[in-house]
């Protein structure tokens, strides 16, 4: 977080990444991480900023050997200043659920009955937010969140 225009615009983040993985730029300015066989297995999301009025702020990641470097235009941002880089690793799928998929679900009573994950998607449909789902390779949910803003949630 950025709390005023005094703040740092990028940091750096040193990657510690398994051996023979490789990091390959996408075109929405993410990366996947790619193992020796060519297959994902992690990725980092394309960068995100909003600031206090939840505007969209440019932010965009260099990559200088192992050095990830997220750089967010502040140029008249108003203060806070969010920018939350993603980082997955390993095996999983996500599902993400729109504010409007949300409220369908919760309109169709589409939900499980009793379920601390019904009682996401109800407390998110009512509150105005996103939901993404964490399965793991076998298909069992690992865990789950809600979020009002990110770089997935519109």
């Given at each position: 977080?950025?709390r005023?225009?005094?703040?740092?615009?990028?940091?750096?983040?040193?990657?510690?990444?398994p051996?023979?993985?490789?990091?390959t730029?996408?075109?929405?300015?993410?990366?996947?991480?790619?193992?020796?066989?060519?297959?994902s297995v992690g990725?980092?999301?394309s960068?995100?900023?909003?600031?206090a009025?939840?505007?969209?702020?440019?932010?965009?990641?260099?990559?200088?050997?192992?050095?990830?470097?997220?750089?967010?235009?502040?140029?008249?941002?108003?203060?806070?200043?969010?920018?939350d880089?993603?980082?997955?690793?390993?095996?999983?799928?996500?599902?993400?659920?729109s504010?409007?998929?949300?409220?369908?679900?919760?309109?169709?009573?589409a939900?499980?009955?009793g379920s601390?994950?019904?009682?996401?998607?109800?407390?998110?449909?009512?509150?105005?937010?996103c939901?993404?789902?964490?399965?793991?390779?076998?298909?069992i949910?690992?865990?789950?969140?809600?979020?009002?803003?990110?770089s997935?949630?519109?």
């Amino acid at each position: 977080m950025l709390r005023n225009s005094s703040a740092r615009t990028s940091q750096k983040y040193n990657l510690s990444l398994p051996a023979g993985v490789q990091l390959t730029a996408l075109p929405d300015g993410g990366y996947v991480m790619l193992d020796a066989a060519g297959q994902s297995v992690g990725r980092i999301d394309s960068p995100w900023a909003k600031d206090a009025t939840s505007k969209d702020l440019s932010t965009r990641y260099t990559l200088a050997g192992n050095v990830l470097t997220p750089t967010t235009n502040t140029t008249g941002a108003t203060f806070p200043v969010v920018a939350d880089p993603k980082v997955s690793l390993g095996l999983r799928v996500y599902v993400r659920y729109s504010r409007a998929e949300v409220k369908a679900f919760k309109a169709r009573n589409a939900l499980i009955a009793g379920s601390s994950l019904t009682g996401t998607f109800k407390d998110a449909a009512n509150r105005d937010r996103c939901v993404e789902l964490k399965f793991n390779y076998q298909g069992i949910v690992m865990e789950w969140t809600s979020r009002a803003r990110g770089s997935w949630c519109a």
